[in-house]
């Protein structure tokens, strides 16, 4: 089983910046990626950035030049810069953890981001 904490999140005026953090503990050893999904109010939840442990990364076009996703295996975090952010970009930000034949290991609690003037 593995848990995953989340932190970061806030409240942010458009324009600015906000860093999200997630580690991860328990049987990672399985672990093949792990990323962010949002989940705004009204709408399902969508796939934000994925990194896998080769260090390749999948962004959601609409974060793509704004968002950057990293990972630091030796610390087993994963964490999520995002610049630019838009009202838009509003919503729970949930980390998860995949194994490698593609099934979720496990979710973080979630975490809000809200950009609003």
């Known amino acids: 089983q593995v848990q995953l904490v989340e932190s970061g999140g806030g409240l942010v005026q458009p324009g600015g910046s906000l860093r999200l953090s997630c580690a991860a503990s328990?049987?990672?050893?399985?672990?093949?990626?792990m990323g962010w999904y949002r989940q705004a109010p009204g709408k399902q939840r969508e796939l934000v950035a994925r990194i896998n442990s080769e260090g390749s990364t999948n962004l959601a076009d609409s974060v793509k030049g704004r968002f950057t996703i990293s990972r630091d295996n030796a610390k087993r975090s994963v964490s999520l810069q995002m610049n630019s952010l838009k009202p838009e970009d509003t919503g729970v930000y949930y980390c998860?953890?995949?194994?490698?034949?593609?099934?979720?290991?496990?979710w973080g609690q979630g975490t809000q981001v809200t950009v609003s003037s």
């Open positions: 998860f953890g995949e194994y490698k034949n593609g099934r979720v290991a496990g």
């Open positions: 328990g049987s990672l050893f399985s672990i093949n990626a």
